[in-house]
């Protein structure tokens, strides 16, 4: 049924002055609709709009999201080439209204009715009738709809405010409950805003009314102002204050009998087939069976050396050689990873995790190949330490975690790439896909999802996306992540610095959102090398380095050679 069809009649100067526009028919797709308005402010592509069935305000309203904009009326190119005509009389003659105002088609995409029962939206599979009108959805209605939850609430993540209006007006909130249990994932270009983006989400899960148990694999150090939580009130109750832990990389220890067979392969690269044997045989002799927490029996770098050297007793023998210089890769190899492998020290899980508690491990001045076990085996004492927790399985008091988990990994593509082979790789698959039922979440931040892990990022169920400009990635991500609409995707080159696209089981419905500030400081701005430059000629530094260099008469005098200075 249509306006014209209503045997009542209808008061078109009231719904003029409320509604943004009026319905003109069905869109090419289905679920969506098309409107015509004069209003260039307020429809905006990632604006939410409604329309009452039936015109009836009595009836639930079905909510719908603006995907597409264009005029509704072409001008012919020979007149818009002179500079003398007036466009307003122009327009006005076309039909616009009497100021002048161009009239726009609008493509709404609809969402339905909000269920509160089934807590979401309810698609009426059918689109409005020609002539309905289309209204702006307040805010604190768009509120109640979007987010699952309020801010401040038990379980809430406020990230920040709808893009489409003005901040502090609609809040985006997300529900750590998902967001945490079904993985996340945040995508961004470079100077986009991924860790700043990761680093307030770190602050609403330390909040009072979280206090999660968090870990981060942090490669590039720029985490670590987060301990101004411990000293900031906005944290604080009577009862709780966050804790966070920052392990340097000279504090990092793995013990060698925590790693598997796969590890000790992977960190002693190009072996040839009679040294991956011996080293698969030695292996299994200081192994033996597994403990109950998924780790091998303890050992230390004395024992498998020990036991290569029974394959060449005296070093004699057809396989000395073989043995020597397996010996000397494993020299070379542990030699030089700056004692994070050894004997007996090992981080106890309990220390990396605790609720109220954030662990940034700085993985900066590490090796990529040490880093890489370092997480992997993080990640699966974490894994099995979870799994006894839920089974009800007998654990070591410095294992045992009684509570969820997160892990949040940056650069995530170092740690699970695309096509290639890391070791990490597989129990980052693993825990995405059963960490979920035993409360261990994981949380991957990069730069280039082209580069990252198909797998992985499938699994990613929360999605956050800022400015992505290469092709591939924005590829990458249309074909790995299905919740993200393909008309905000095509948002992606036109965001600015803090702007994300929320999407995913943390939100009712993909949003435009402005992130925003930390409460902390930022840990990862960008050098300014041109200050940095001049800094250098400074009064201040050219002193400094003189004080460095020390006296003149003790500085070491220039060689002459063939009559040139060196």
Not at 192 to 214: H, Q
Not at 351 to 361: E, K, N, S, Y
Not at 414 to 441: C, D, M, V, W, Y
């Amino acid at each position: 049924m249509s306006l014209w069809d209503q045997e009542t009649p209808v008061d078109y100067d009231a719904l003029a002055e409320e509604a943004v526009g009026v319905v003109k028919g069905p869109g090419e797709d289905n679920g969506r609709y098309v409107m015509i308005t004069s209003d260039n402010q307020n429809t905006k592509v990632g604006e939410f709009v409604h329309y009452y069935p039936l015109r009836n305000r009595d009836e639930s309203p079905i909510y719908g999201k603006i995907v597409s904009r264009s005029l509704a009326r072409a001008y012919p190119a020979g007149l818009l080439a002179d500079p003398g005509v007036s466009l307003n009389q122009l327009a006005f003659a076309l039909g616009a209204d009497e100021d002048g105002h161009e009239l726009y088609e609008v493509e709404v995409q609809m969402l339905g009715s909000w269920n509160n029962t089934m807590n979401c939206f309810v698609n009426p599979r059918i689109t409005p009738d020609p002539g309905d009108p289309v209204y702006l959805t307040p805010d604190l209605e768009l509120s109640s709809v979007l987010s699952p939850c309020g801010q401040g609430q038990l379980g809430s993540a406020h990230l920040g405010w709808l893009l489409t209006r003005e901040s502090g007006r609609v809040n985006v909130v997300l529900r750590v409950r998902e967001m945490v249990s079904t993985h996340l994932a945040i995508l961004a270009g470079t100077g986009s805003g991924k860790s700043y983006t990761a680093a307030v989400l770190i602050e609403e899960l330390l909040k009072p009314y979280n206090r999660a148990a968090v870990l981060i694999a942090d490669p590039h150090g720029e985490y670590s102002t987060l301990q101004e939580m411990h000293e900031n009130v906005d944290f604080h109750t009577e009862s709780y204050r966050p804790n966070v832990v920052i392990k340097p990389p000279d504090k990092i220890r793995v013990r060698l009998s925590s790693l598997r067979q796969s590890d000790l392969r992977y960190l002693l690269p190009q072996l040839t087939e009679k040294q991956a044997h011996f080293l698969t045989e030695a292996y299994r002799m200081v192994a033996g069976s597994k403990q109950g927490d998924g780790e091998s029996r303890s050992w230390g770098l004395s024992d498998l050396k020990q036991a290569l050297y029974s394959f060449a007793p005296d070093g004699q023998g057809e396989n000395a050689s073989t043995i020597n210089a397996l010996m000397w890769k494993i020299d070379m190899r542990f030699g030089r990873s700056k004692g994070i492998f050894n004997d007996s020290e090992h981080i106890p899980l309990t220390d990396l995790f605790a609720p109220g508690q954030c662990t940034v491990l700085q993985l900066s001045e590490i090796d990529t190949e040490d880093q890489q076990i370092i997480l992997s085996t993080i990640l699966r004492r974490a894994f099995y330490s979870r799994v006894n927790a839920i089974k009800g399985n007998p654990q070591s008091r410095q294992e045992a975690l009684d509570f969820p988990v997160f892990v949040l990994v940056e650069e995530a593509h170092r740690f699970a790439p695309a096509g290639g082979h890391a070791i990490t790789t597989n129990i980052l698959k693993t825990i995405l896909s059963e960490g979920r039922k035993f409360g261990l979440g994981i949380g991957v931040i990069s730069q280039r999802p082209g580069k990252l892990d198909a797998d992985v990022l499938s699994q990613c169920m929360t999605q956050l996306f800022m400015r992505i400009v290469n092709p591939i990635d924005q590829r990458s991500i249309a074909e790995s992540v299905e919740s993200a609409g393909r008309d905000l995707l095509q948002e992606l080159p036109a965001l600015t610095r803090g702007q994300v696209i929320v999407a995913g089981n943390a939100i009712h419905t993909p949003v435009l959102c402005k992130v925003r500030p930390r409460i902390t400081r930022h840990g990862g701005e960008t050098l300014d090398a041109p200050n940095e430059w001049m800094t250098h000629f400074s009064h201040q530094k050219r002193e400094s380095r003189k004080l460095q260099q020390g006296p003149v008469a003790d500085r070491p005098k220039p060689k002459r050679r063939k009559g040139r200075v060196v």
